[in-house]
């Protein structure tokens, strides 16, 4: 019998499936150097230790901040990123180590 897709990682349809949107890819392509991508000045957070603020991930964008919210909503659910509260802010950095562990099954997978 085959080995079905979801055997090897339960999270890698639901990654693929949250990667498959162009702008959430390019949300976690920014993400992977917010110093080139986000203004560091205006930070209240240190974006490589807490992550961007969901405002400046807005404002980045150029999208409403229901649209960000729920895109990154979705990247969390999928694993990609870590959500950590800052004030009343939500600041949204990449979850690496799950991003490489979900690389590497990819390529087993393939």
Known sequence: MA??????????????RALSNPMRLQLLMWLREPERH???????????EVG?????????????????????????RAGLVKATRVGKWTHYKRDEERIARLVATLGETL
């Open 38 to 48: 986000f203004p560091l000045d205006e930070a209240i957070a240190d974006p490589a």
């Open 52 to 76: 961007v603020c969901v405002s400046h991930i807005q404002a980045r964008a150029g999208l409403a901040q229901s649209t960000v919210s729920a895109y990154m909503a979705e990247l969390q």
């Open 3 to 16: 080995e079905s897709v979801t055997s090897a990682d339960p999270g890698l349809v639901e990654a693929l």
